[in-house]
């Protein structure tokens, strides 16, 4: 297994599109992580999964974000009608259990016009 | 007051210094992680750790329970360390709770 991945690795966008990114975690790992990291700020909690279950969602996650994990292995993120606000890096990361490490992905950069 | 607290926010040292980010916490953890980031990339998890020394080549990280601490030291820097280094807390539920971050660069 080679870690966490993320497509796509660049995403440029036009205001008001919708955009998909998905991380493909570590095969072994139950938990998936979502942050979202503006330039020169730290990593911000959007949500995570425990299996395909939504356990816990960020109050930064308005109603124009979603996110899933259907069979408990990838998972989406969704953003409808962007805005230049959404504009930063979305990181995903993956544990296995409750109190592993997390193994990040190398992140998806948004950029919205 | 930020619950997780790094410094020093920039440190700029030259090739073969010591370095030592700092890092101190005000909450209950479960663990603390160290992070690196470099300039346009994605996080790679360094250590995590829920007491004593861990120790990964020229990189060694300490935790003080009791004083609510931990220092990430770099033996033999070299420029290839320059990156962001972070602190993150495990509060046992499902965040991680972010430093802001200690950007390093390394002059050679």
């Known amino acids: 297994d080679t870690g966490v991945s993320q497509n796509p690795r660049h995403k440029i966008t036009k205001r008001g599109q919708n955009v998909t990114f998905r991380c493909d975690p570590i095969s072994e790992h139950n938990r998936l992580y979502w942050y979202r990291q503006t330039l020169g700020q730290g990593p911000e909690f959007l949500t995570y999964?425990?299996?395909?279950?939504?356990?816990?969602k960020s109050r930064l996650l308005s109603d124009r974000f979603s996110a899933e994990r259907p069979k408990g292995s990838f998972s989406t993120l969704e953003i409808q009608r962007t805005e230049q606000g959404d504009s930063a890096m979305y990181l995903c990361?993956?544990?296995?259990?409750?109190?592993?490490?997390?193994?990040f992905g190398p992140g998806t950069r948004l950029t919205v016009l | 007051k930020n619950e997780v607290e790094q410094s020093p926010q920039n440190l700029t040292a030259q090739e073969g210094e010591f370095i030592t980010i700092n890092c101190s916490y005000s909450v209950g953890i479960s663990a603390l992680h160290w992070l690196q980031q470099h300039p346009g990339g994605g996080i790679v998890s360094l250590f995590m750790?829920?007491?004593?020394?861990k120790k990964h080549g020229r990189l060694i990280a300490t935790i003080n329970i009791q004083e609510k601490h931990s220092s990430l030291h770099i033996t033999a820097s070299h420029p290839r360390d320059s990156a962001v280094y972070i602190c993150?807390?495990?509060?046992?539920?499902?965040?991680?709770?972010w430093g802001a971050g200690t950007k390093l660069i390394i002059k050679p």
């Open positions: 750790l829920s007491s004593g020394k």
């Open positions: 990361a993956s544990r296995r259990g409750t109190v592993g490490e997390q193994f």
């Open positions: 993150a807390v495990g509060d046992g539920n499902y965040q991680l709770i």
């Open positions: 999964f425990q299996n395909e279950a939504q356990l816990e």
